[in-house]
C-alpha cells in the first residue's frame, strides 16, 4: 500500500474535509480538480424520449416502496413522511430527477458554449472568470436579485459570450459530425422548439448556470465552513454527468484494500451508479470525442489486482442520464480507444503524486487481450497522457441500464461489488436513505460498497440496513506548494 495512504480508525464517516480538492483558486489547477469531486449520476428513461433517444431496451427496474425502506420508518416519519405519502414523494422526486438531468444537460451545453474553439474563432471564456465578471458588474439591486433566483433582471449578457451564443445557434443549423454538436442541436431544439426564441434562451441559461458557478467559487468560499456551503448548492443543481480519468484512482485504492483483506475474494457481478461522460466540463474543455472512463478503468482494476477473471466478469453501469447509457451501449458493441488524459495540469508548483503516477502509467493495461502495458506521455500542457484500446473480449464485460438510484432499483440478481463515487452529494437526507436502502438491496450478503461520500449521516444509514463500515483511506492525487493537496478519499461497506 502507498506510504501516504491514512487508515481512518473512527468507524463514522469524517466530517468533509475543505482540503480535498479546493475550488477558491478559479485560475488554478485546483479549479480544474474541484469537478473531480461531485458529479456522476443514474439514469431515467422517460428523458431519453424527450430527446428521441433510442435505449435498446426496456429498463429491468422498478420504484421504491414503503415496504423497501422499513429500516426508516422512524427515520422517514420524522421528515415527515408516511405510507400513505411516499408514493407520491417518490414520484416527485423522480419527476424533479428528470428535470435536474435536462438542467445539468444545459449547464454542460452552456459550459460547451463558453470553451469550444471550435465553435468559434473568439478566445474561449473560463466560466468562473465570466461569472466573476457577469455579477460584479451589477448594480447592488440587481446582483441581490439575480443571487435570489439567477434572472437577468435587466442586466445584459456580455458582448463575447452573446456572440459565442450567436456562433453556437449557427452551428446547430449546419449539419455536423461533430458528437458533441449532434447532441446539443437535440437538447437545443427539444428545449427552444422555436429558432427565432434559442438566443434569448440560451442567454437565460447563461445567467442560470452562471449564477451557480458564482456561488460556488465565490459566495461558498466566504462561508465559515465553505465545503458544506459548496455541498449545500450540489443539492438542488442540475444532474451532472462531469467526469474526470482521476476519478478512477480512488476507487483503484478501495480495490486493492479489498484485497488485502480478503486475498480469496472473488468479484463476478459489478454495478457502477452514475458513471458518467466527459460532455463538456465547467472548466479545461478539450474538444476531443467524449468518454467514459470508470467502467473501464473499473473492469481493469478488478482484473489488475486479481479479484476478477475475465471469463466470470460482468460490469453493469446504471445513470440517470440515457445518454450516458446510450453511450456505454454503444460502445459495448464497437469497443473504444480511449484517449486518457488528466484533467489537472502539472504546472504553476503541482505536482503529481507517486503513487497517481504509477497508476497512470499502469491505467488500461489490462482493458486488452492479452494485457498489455501502454506508455503514458506528458504533453507540453503538463497533462499525462496515453491512449488505450479496449479489446472486443473486455468490451462484451460491460451492460449499460437507466436506474434512477434514489427512486429505482435493478430487479438483477444481485452484485458482489457496487460504487458510487461523486454522485451521493446531490441527495439530500432523505434521498440518501432511498439510495442507501437502495444500494443495499442490491448488493448480495458479504458485498462490497465502495463510495466517497464524508457525510456522516451515511455511515448511520448503512448501519441500520446492515451493511457497516469497514475501512477508509485517504489519498493524494497531486501536491500544490504552497496550499492543500489534492486528494479524495474512499469508504468501505460490506453487507452482513
Not at 463558453?114 to 465570466?130: G, K, N, T
Not at 436579485?145 to 445557434?169: E, Y
Not at 455541498?231 to 478501495?254: K, M, P
Request: charged fraction near 25%; charge should be positive; glycine fraction near 6%.
Amino acid at each position: 500500500m502507498p506510504s501516504r495512504l491514512v487508515l481512518l480508525s473512527n468507524p463514522k464517516h469524517q466530517a468533509p474535509n475543505p482540503n480535498a480538492l479546493p475550488t477558491a483558486n478559479f485560475q488554478s489547477n485546483a479549479q480544474r480538480a474541484s469537478r473531480l469531486g461531485v458529479g456522476h449520476w443514474a439514469c431515467v428513461g422517460i428523458w431519453s424520449l424527450v430527446l428521441g433517444i433510442c435505449l435498446t431496451s426496456q429498463a429491468p427496474n422498478r420504484r421504491v416502496t414503503w415496504s423497501d425502506v422499513a429500516a426508516f420508518h422512524e427515520r422517514l416519519w420524522a421528515a415527515g413522511l408516511t405510507g400513505d405519502s411516499f408514493h407520491s414523494y417518490v414520484a416527485r422526486t423522480h419527476d424533479e430527477n428528470v428535470r435536474r438531468v435536462r438542467e445539468g444537460d444545459l449547464d454542460h451545453l452552456i459550459f460547451f458554449l463558453l470553451q469550444s474553439r471550435r465553435l468559434s474563432v473568439s478566445p474561449a471564456i473560463e466560466p468562473a472568470l465570466s461569472a466573476k465578471a457577469l455579477v460584479e458588474g451589477m448594480d447592488e439591486p440587481t446582483r441581490k436579485a439575480f443571487l435570489a433566483d439567477g434572472l437577468a433582471h435587466g442586466a445584459r449578457a456580455p458582448a463575447d459570450v452573446t456572440g459565442r451564443i450567436g456562433a453556437l445557434v449557427r452551428a446547430l443549423d449546419k449539419p455536423a459530425a461533430d458528437v458533441r454538436l449532434i447532441y446539443f442541436k437535440s437538447l437545443v431544439e427539444t428545449a427552444f422548439p422555436d429558432r427565432n426564441q434559442r438566443q434569448d434562451g440560451l442567454t437565460r441559461e447563461y445567467f442560470r448556470a452562471m449564477r451557480f458557478v458564482y456561488e460556488k467559487e465565490f459566495v461558498a468560499q466566504r462561508a465559515a465552513t465553505p465545503a458544506s456551503a459548496v455541498a449545500e448548492l450540489y443539492r438542488t443543481r442540475g444532474l451532472s454527468t462531469d467526469t474526470a480519468v482521476e476519478a478512477g484512482y480512488v476507487v483503484n485504492l478501495g480495490l486493492q484494500i479489498i484485497k488485502g483483506l480478503a486475498a480469496e475474494r472473488r468479484i463476478r457481478r459489478v454495478l457502477i451508479v452514475g458513471p458518467g461522460l466527459d460532455l463538456a466540463p465547467r472548466t479545461g474543455l478539450r474538444d476531443t470525442p467524449p468518454e467514459s472512463y470508470q467502467p473501464w478503468a473499473v473492469i481493469d482494476a478488478l482484473l489488475a489486482t486479481g479479484l476478477s477473471r475475465a471469463g466470470e466478469l460482468e460490469v453493469t453501469a446504471a445513470d440517470i442520464n440515457p445518454r450516458v447509457v446510450d453511450h456505454l451501449r454503444r460502445a459495448r458493441a464497437a469497443p473504444p480507444r480511449l484517449l486518457l488524459a488528466t484533467d489537472i495540469v502539472e504546472k504553476d508548483g503541482l505536482t503529481f503524486s507517486r503513487e497517481y503516477r504509477e497508476y497512470f502509467a499502469d491505467l488500461g493495461t489490462w482493458l486488452s487481450t492479452p494485457p498489455e502495458p501502454v506508455r503514458a506521455e506528458e504533453d507540453d500542457e503538463g497533462r499525462l497522457r496515453k491512449s488505450v484500446r479496449v479489446s472486443a473480449a473486455l468490451a462484451r464485460v460491460l451492460r449499460a441500464e437507466p436506474l434512477d438510484i434514489v427512486t429505482e432499483r435493478l430487479t438483477a440478481p444481485p452484485f458482489d461489488l457496487v460504487i458510487a463515487t461523486n454522485i451521493l452529494p446531490y441527495f439530500d437526507d432523505r434521498q440518501l436513505a432511498l439510495a442507501a436502502s437502495n444500494i443495499s438491496a442490491m448488493l448480495a450478503p458479504g458485498g462490497v460498497f465502495l463510495h466517497n461520500e464524508a457525510r456522516p449521516v451515511l455511515g448511520d444509514l448503512t448501519t441500520a440496513l446492515g451493511l457497516p463500515f469497514e475501512q477508509s483511506r485517504r489519498t493524494t492525487i497531486a501536491t500544490i506548494t504552497g496550499s492543500a493537496p489534492l486528494g479524495d478519499s474512499i469508504f468501505i461497506h460490506v453487507k452482513r
